[in-house]
């Protein structure tokens, strides 16, 4: 077959594809119609992350496959970059689809933001094909700059690194003069100096260092400054947001609420960076500082939920959006315990010096990722599917609810599952590797070879295939939810 | 309806926001700037490249309750002595090699990185390369071919080869010499190191 036919037989079966899903883009503003771009890359990325954990999860119980092709540190590089891409398209994406509601206007720049879309989309593809087919190269300032920085979770090569920032500038052009040309609210404010912030972190990972210690020192800053601070920020925006939207509860209520989360989670996450300062070469009083502030970082996350469940109870649950609400209350919980409690677990020193840097990293980083960030993209993504239906009506009761069901149901089953047994991998690292044997090769291995070891990779196989098919299950059902449905949302009264 | 207290009205938390945030930031700015300075190559805490030159342990100090890095008399690398500018060449062709190779990915650095193969913290103080007679060639030989070299402990699980040349080689053990020696508070804890045997 020549390339034109190629060509035209993808042609033919992308609009085969656009007549089975029967989405009507004259639905959506010009802003959400961007938001679903985003969002379309976002499950694609999502797809992939897990197809990359599958493999890199066979291989620790098959070595040898394929050994010397994808090896571990390929497979799981893409697993977490895929990541950390699908979940930062999500925000954007939420950000577009809120900006015109929210400023009541539309999009200042809307073109430029779909050029660094393209642009943005392109460069993923990109590096992600440099990772699969060049994989590594020579200890040089080139292979940091176009293949990749071997630092992980943002090992993207520094062209890349610009090119990011580049797009996140114009997002922030959009979103600013947005809001400047239409109204700011509450909400408006936080996001924008979130955003601010969140993308500044980014530009203190983008630096070369010899000195391990200061290199890790700022690394950190990006990683933990994420997820602990920033992330966790803009995901109580969305949640505001979507609570106002979804259930009509009162904008006063839900700003005031946003102000105590940001206040409880800055003042105990910023500082809770600490917690990864134990070891890497940095001053002694970051054991206390670190210890002391990480350990207060659940009490926002506590918050998080009362707000959640508080709101969702006094408005009766009543909402014709039941698969987000649902996604939102496991946000809620999933955040709680994920970030919460799995994190507290090990956030001392005392405990973190026989658990840093074995499974009991992996239990945690599991189940806080997908119950903090996956979670409420996913809760995003069926706000996003009804209005690109048409306003459709979505509930629990319809044809084949059983779909959103299940994939609710296997997705968080799979991840739970996948996070014990590596808890369970993790306590026995603790014991037998770091206490035991003192951290050394031998040592390692002894842990690695244990049965209880083994057993538990054999499971975590199990309980991700469990997660991969709810994933495929919640594509299809984003897909088709709702096509046959004819009635349509109530209005929501904020009350 | 009664009057919103004080502690739940809306400009209260805003406040409370912007103080809370802007007072935690200031505090990690200032200890940024401390902790930079007391951790930079040379200083106590992170000795200068050239502590490749010496003998390096990792040994319990009753007094202060954790393992501490020992610096000790010379002990030379490759069988030369490096300058200050040596050194840091060496140890940043290594650097700059594990970050080319992905290292972390499958390792853990200080503990950071991927729990599919050992932490490299102290590796190159661990009883696994024997003696230290025998030490430098085998690293060089094992990370130039892994596969060729592997010591997977019955589980099967061997590093592959990724391409790294005598050079890479040598600047990557001189990496590792020079992070042993780092000071990171007792981590890892109850290690015992090659020179233990002796
Ligand atoms: C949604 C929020 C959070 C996410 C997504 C998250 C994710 C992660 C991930 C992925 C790691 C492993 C990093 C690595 O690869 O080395 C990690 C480490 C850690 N997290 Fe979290 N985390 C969150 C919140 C928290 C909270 C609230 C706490 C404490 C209460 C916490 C405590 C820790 C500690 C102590 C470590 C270091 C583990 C080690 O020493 O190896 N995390 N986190
Ligand atoms: C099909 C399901 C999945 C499988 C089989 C899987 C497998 C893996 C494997 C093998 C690793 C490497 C761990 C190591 O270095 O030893 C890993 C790391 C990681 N995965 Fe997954 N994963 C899956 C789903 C997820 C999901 C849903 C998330 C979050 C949304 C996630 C987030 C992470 C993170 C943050 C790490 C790095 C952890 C750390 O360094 O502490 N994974 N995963
Ligand atoms: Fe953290």
Known sequence: ????????????????????????????????????KYFSVAVILFFAQLLFGMIAATQF??????????????????????????????????????????????IVGLKLGELAFW?????????????????????????????NEGREYIEAPRWADIGIVIVMLIFFYNVVATFSKGKWSGIAGVLTLD?????????????????????????????????????????????????????????????????????????????GLGHHYFWIGTPEYWLAIGGFFSALEPIPLVAMVVHAMYDAGSHSFKNSNHPAVAWIIAQAFGNFFGAGVWGFMHTLPQINLYTHGTQ????????????????????????????????????????????????????????????????????????????????????YFAAQNHPSFQSAMVWRWFFGLMTFSGLILLIWDLLTIGKDETRKVQEIIQH | MNETPVWASESFWKKTAIWVTAGAFLILVVLTFDSLSQTSAGGKRVPAYSVINKKIDYVYDAKLHKFMPVIGEQELLFGKEFSETE??????????????????????????????????????????????????????????????????????????????????????????????????????HNFKTINAEE
């Open chain 1, 360 to 443: 009991w990293s992996a239990s945690h980083g599991h189940l806080a990722f997908f119950g903090a960030y996956a979670t409420i993209n996913i809760a995003f993504f069926y706000l996003a599917i009804q209005h690109w239906r048409g306003g459709v009506w979505m509930s629990g009761g319809t044809a084949n609810a059983w779909r959103w069901k299940w994939a609710l149901g296997l997705l968080n089953a799979g991840v739970l599952g996948m996070t014990i047994a590596l808890l369970i991998a993790g306590y026995e690292q603790s014991f037998i590797e770091r206490a035991t044997e003192g951290s050394s090769w031998g040592g």
């Open chain 1, 119 to 147: 642009v943005l989309t392109g460069a993923v593809t990109l590096v992600v094909l440099v990772y699969l087919l060049i994989q590594t190269g020579a200890g040089k300032d080139s292979t940091l700059w176009f293949i």
């Open chain 2, 87 to 188: 050194a840091e060449q060496l140890v940043m062709l290594g650097k700059k090699t594990t970050q080319a190779k992905n290292c972390m990915n499958c390792h853990t650095l200080l503990g950071n990185g991927a729990y599919y193969a050992p932490d490299l913290t102290k590796a190159w103080l661990d009883q696994g390369w024997i003696n230290k007679e025998a030490r430098e060639k085998m690293m060089i030989e094992f990370l130039m071919h892994p596969e060729k070299n592997a010591r997977t402990f019955g589980s099967n699980r061997k590093m592959p080869n990724l391409g790294i040349t005598e050079d890479e080689a040598k600047g990557v053990v001189a990496f590792l010499k020079w992070m042993s020696s780092i000071d990171t508070n007792g981590f890892p």
């Open chain 1, 61 to 106: 119980i098959f070595p040898n496959f394929l050994y010397g092709w994808l090896d571990f540190s390929v497979n799981r590089m893409v697993h977490i970059n895929a990541m950390v891409v699908w979940m930062l398209y999500g925000f954007i994406g939420c950000t577009y689809w809120l900006l015109e509601e929210e400023s009541g206007t539309e």
């Open chain 1, 1 to 36: 077959m020549n390339a034109k036919e190629l060509c035209e037989k993808s042609r033919a079966s992308m609009s085969e594809f656009k007549t089975w899903v029967a989405l009507d883009v004259s639905n959506l503003s010009p802003g959400q119609q961007l938001a679903v």
């Open chain 1, 195 to 271: 955003l601010v912030a969140l993308a500044g972190m980014y530009t203190a990972g983008m630096f070369y260092m010899t000195n391990i210690t200061h290199e890790q020192f700022w690394w950190w800053w990006v990683i933990h400054l994420w997820v602990e601070a920033t992330w966790e920020v803009l995901v109580g925006v969305i949640m505001a947001w979507s609570l106002m939207k979804l259930l009509g509860v009162k904008r006063q209520i839900v700003t005031t609420w946003l102000y105590i989360e940001v206040a409880l989670m800055f003042g105990s996450g910023i500082l």
